[in-house]
């Protein structure tokens, strides 16, 4: 633990004066105070990355449309949002795919190509991977991280020659942090055939990184996942795209059965691709608040991942639990422990508001351990 008895502490007030000035859209309803209208509550909850913004008023918008509406299923809006991605991403529409978040391909996937093979990942990585893994009794390979928190792409191809599943997060959750575009190139060319790589895109839009959309069209049996619920704050109407081949997304639907996402997600997920300036906006708001936050923490001895997400993680010296559960009674929830890195935790990026209001109990809680 830093020696926190030579430190200044960075008060409450100082810190709201450092908070960046936010744009009209990200002001509104930012109050660390606020009583959540579903809990009840004011609780600070920066534990699942979800975005503390919601939906775009636009966004809301067309859900309240699609709601009103949801007495028919109105499938060719589905239709629309698929071919609005594609023509956006410059990606044959026949590649796009939707589900009801993107954890849906995700489990299909491990389930259509892992049932007798295995399933590699890096660790810590989303661990919603080993648990589908676990579900359909396949074994799963956790390949630690690099030095510099990417995959170890080589390490992980080591690991089973024959694996049936190769899944990379890139932004990484929880880390945060990239694995190189080449690294990622070397995985979907050195994979064993008929194995599937799942590249995790979740994040991507907080980043710099070069999406991978272009190698789920040129190469078999690669599916790149996207997800509506971080930046564009949609993560309660389940909406997620899954990209490959026709005929990785034929082996999907085997599961899937062609069920389609309700009206309302799809109108909801149509307004925010149709909104330009919502990634840039976004993307800069998280990144200034991000770096606030980290710089704060390493100012008082502690060191965080590079991340390039809505979150990072925090490396503490000694166990992560109790500090969780001392921030808890402190009405801050942060994420749970992550087995690869016991001694690091977790945050999400919320508000310059509820930062403030994490990192002051943080310290204070470091302050009096």
Not at 47 to 65: F, H, I, Q, R, W
Not at 164 to 185: K, S
Not at 218 to 229: A, E, I, K, N, P
Not at 341 to 347: E, G, Q
Request: proline share 6%.
């Amino acid at each position: 633990m830093p020696d926190f008895s030579r430190r200044s502490f960075v008060t409450t007030a100082t810190l709201a004066s450092l908070a960046p000035a936010l744009p009209a859209w990200a002001a509104q309803g930012s109050s660390p105070t606020a009583v959540d209208p579903i809990f009840g509550d004011d609780i600070v909850r920066l534990d699942y990355n979800e975005s503390p913004y919601g939906p775009t008023p636009s966004a809301v918008k067309a859900m309240e449309l699609g709601a009103r509406q949801s007495g028919r299923y109105y499938y060719e809006q589905q239709v629309r949002l698929i071919e609005l991605f594609a023509r956006q991403n410059r990606v044959p529409a026949d590649h796009v795919a939707v589900f009801c978040g993107s954890r849906s391909p995700l489990q299909y996937g491990l389930a259509r190509y892992a049932e007798r093979r295995s399933v590699v990942t890096g660790a810590p990585t989303y661990d919603s991977v080993a648990a589908g893994a676990n579900a359909v009794g396949t074994t799963v390979h956790e390949v630690p991280l690099d030095t510099q928190h990417a995959h170890d792409v080589r390490a992980m191809l080591a690991a089973d020659p024959q694996a049936g599943v190769f899944y990379l997060c890139n932004p990484n959750n929880p880390t945060g942090t990239l694995t190189p575009r080449a690294e990622i190139e070397y995985l979907v060319t050195h994979k064993p055939a008929g194995c599937l790589a799942i590249i995790d895109e979740a994040y991507i839009h907080f980043s710099e990184a070069q999406p991978c959309l272009d190698l789920a069209v040129q190469h078999d049996d690669v599916m790149v996942l996207r997800t509506f619920s971080k930046l564009y704050g949609m993560a309660g109407a389940r909406l997620g795209l899954a990209i490959a081949k026709p005929k990785v997304l034929g082996e999907l639907q085997r599961f899937n059965g062609h069920n389609f996402i309700s009206i309302a997600a799809s109108l909801g997920g149509i307004a925010s691709l149709e909104q330009a300036d919502l990634v840039s906006d976004r993307k800069r708001t998280n990144r200034r608040v991000l770096l606030e936050t980290t710089q704060r923490l390493q100012t008082a001895g502690y060191r965080c991942t590079d991340a390039q997400a809505n979150c990072f993680m925090v490396e503490l010296r000694r166990p992560a639990q109790p500090v969780i559960e001392a921030l808890a009674k402190r009405k801050v929830q942060v994420g749970r422990v992550f087995d690869a890195w016991p001694d690091w935790m977790r945050v999400t990026v919320g508000t310059p508001e509820q930062m403030n209001r994490f990192v002051s109990a943080f310290l204070d809680i470091a302050q009096h351990a």
